[in-house]
């Protein structure tokens, strides 16, 4: 069945970086559109950036120029590197797959504060 297992949150300083992991399994990793959301305190959760299997990349207004999302097919990992984070951008951040969209792993919190 579908896995996916996201890492590497913390708490950051505004202005600091973070690189988030996720490891997926269970399905065809490199055929399968690849997604970050994130779920920011009393918000919905919403699409931060979508990694294609064509290999394109797509962000939400609000990262764009500063985040990153790639990925390592040979792993069937994906990232999210996160540069210049704001206060606004803590939230517990998720990886999701077009191939089992209802399925939500456990996420990872990200916390951006002095």
């Known amino acids: 069945q579908v896995q996916l297992v996201e890492s590497g949150g913390g708490l950051v300083q505004p202005g600091g970086s973070l690189r988030l992991s996720c490891a997926a399994s269970?399905?065809?990793?490199?055929?399968?559109?690849m997604h970050w959301y994130r779920q920011r305190p009393r918000k919905e959760r919403e699409l931060v950036a979508t990694?294609?299997?064509?290999?394109?990349?797509i962000y939400a207004d609000s990262v764009k120029g500063r985040f990153t999302i790639s990925r390592d097919n040979a792993k069937k990992t994906v990232y999210l590197r996160m540069d210049s984070l704001k206060p606004e951008d803590t939230a517990v951040y998720y990886c999701?797959?077009?191939?089992?969209?209802?399925?939500w792993g456990q996420g990872t919190q990200v916390t951006v504060s002095s």
């Open positions: 999701n797959t077009a191939a089992a969209p209802a399925y």
């Open positions: 269970g399905f065809t990793f490199s055929t399968n559109h």
């Open positions: 990694s294609t299997s064509a290999g394109m990349t």
